[in-house]
């Protein structure tokens, strides 16, 4: 059976009724819920105590103190839960911790089952977040959170999940003392079969509380100790988890937002784990109270610097396929590797070019190369005609003088073409 966080108003004992043959007297209400109510009692040494007595309201009803299942049908479901009742208060009785609350009695009387816990002075954390926020500081939850650490370490090690941590459920006193109550929902973890008494509260239950096949675990504990830190830092629950399934399994996004990503007034370090403790799947999320207190130390407390973001321009595939085709449209049909080398090369030479100012042999600028190029020939054809004449004329007065000047002639030309570089080709004549 499920308890969610509507029930129906439980039928009180009425102040003055004594249980275990006077042994424990009822003073007034502390608090009801899905599957009992709380009360303020004296004890034989008259010591105030809380008194919790197994009562499903949805269930059962009270003729003067004694109570009955409501229906037969009901029977068989109130029998059963009374039962877990008695079998798990038992078993807390064995916990013995400064952060867990301490049992004293477990007995039957009125046809159900009752069990006496410590009175914890002090407020719950729903109190503290409505009434006095401005306790819940950046060192109060680190505080808080290491001390619910170790308790809920604790009683991991012995084999027990809680099952029903929520903000109501973990007091806090004047000294910073912080106590987990209410472990009516508690079980051993070996035990695997689906209890009578089971409690899910929306914002603070894991997925695997909704689903009835699913296997719960030690991370189901620490994904509801994150929902109720999530609810300290926001004053809010995180989106119930079924609702973030749905999400997720019809292909949306999780509705749940990060707490790093807010603006919250809190250590890096405590945020980013109560992020992680909220993982949907249980293989994501914290395996053990020693993990997160690990992970603290891990992280750093202020937030690091983002990472620089590079972002992708939409534009960019659609741009490189028109360059792509435009260049491929310019190329038509031809030697596409030869034009492209012959566009490279003449890019390469008009670089150069561009980049570096010609001048002559005596270093003055050039500032037409053309013109430039057309005198050089003009005086090149000028001093070779000239160097013909004067060998013409030599040769007819000595012929064992060799034909010298046509061989200067094509060296002068060819060492003035050299310096106008590649495109000049050396003459043949």
Request: negative net charge; proline residues 5%; charged residues 25%.
């Amino acid at each position: 059976m499920l308890a969610g966080n509507d029930f129906a108003e439980a039928e009180d004992l009425t102040v003055g009724t004594e249980l275990l043959n006077g042994q424990f007297l009822i003073q007034s209400r502390l608090r009801s819920g899905g599957f009992g109510v709380t009360y303020i009692a004296r004890d034989s040494l008259a010591r105030q105590v809380v008194v919790k007595e197994c009562f499903p309201a949805d269930l059962c009803t009270r003729k003067g103190a004694v109570v009955h299942p409501a229906t037969e049908e009901a029977a068989g479901n109130f029998h059963a839960i009374k039962s877990q009742f008695i079998r798990e208060a038992r078993q807390l009785a064995k916990l013995v911790h400064p952060g867990i609350v301490a049992v004293h009695q477990v007995f039957e009387e009125n046809n159900t089952a009752y069990m006496a816990l410590d009175q914890i002075n002090g407020m719950d954390f729903v109190t503290v977040s409505e009434e006095q926020p401005e306790l819940l500081t950046n060192e109060c939850l680190h505080s808080v959170l290491q001390q619910c650490l170790a308790a809920i370490g604790f009683i991991h090690q012995n084999h027990v999940l809680h099952r029903d941590l929520s903000p109501d459920n973990i007091m806090i006193d004047d000294d910073g003392h912080v106590t987990l109550i209410d472990f009516g929902a508690s079980k051993e973890h070996a035990d695997q079969s689906r209890p009578a008494m089971f409690a899910v509260k929306d914002g603070y239950s894991p997925y695997e509380f909704y689903t009835p096949k699913s296997k719960h675990d030690f991370a189901s504990d620490f994904y509801a100790l994150g929902a109720t830190f999530h609810y300290l830092v926001t004053g809010d629950p995180p989106p119930d988890s079924l609702t973030r399934l749905r999400a997720l399994t019809a292909g949306n996004a999780d509705p749940y937002e990060p707490l790093v990503e807010g603006d919250w007034p809190f250590d890096y370090n405590i945020l980013v784990t109560i992020d992680r403790a909220l993982k949907m799947r249980q293989r994501n999320r914290y395996q053990s109270a020693a993990q997160w207190l690990e992970d603290i130390e891990a992280q750093p407390k202020k937030h690091p610097l983002p990472r620089a973001m590079v972002r992708f321009d939409p534009n960019l595939e659609n741009e490189i396929a028109r360059i792509v085709e435009i260049t491929n449209t310019q190329m038509g049909d031809g030697d596409a590797a030869s034009e492209h080398a012959a566009r490279r090369k003449k890019v390469k030479k008009d670089i150069v070019e561009e980049s570096r100012p010609l001048v002559d042999i005596f270093g003055n600028p050039i500032e037409d190369f053309d013109n430039w190029q057309r005198e050089q020939e003009t005086e090149i054809e000028r001093r070779a005609s000239a160097l013909a004449a004067s060998t013409i004329e030599t040769n007819t007065t000595n012929p064992t003088t060799r034909p010298a000047g046509r061989l200067i002639s094509r060296l002068i030309k060819r060492c003035f073409s050299s310096n106008h570089g590649a495109d000049s080709a050396p003459s043949n004549s």
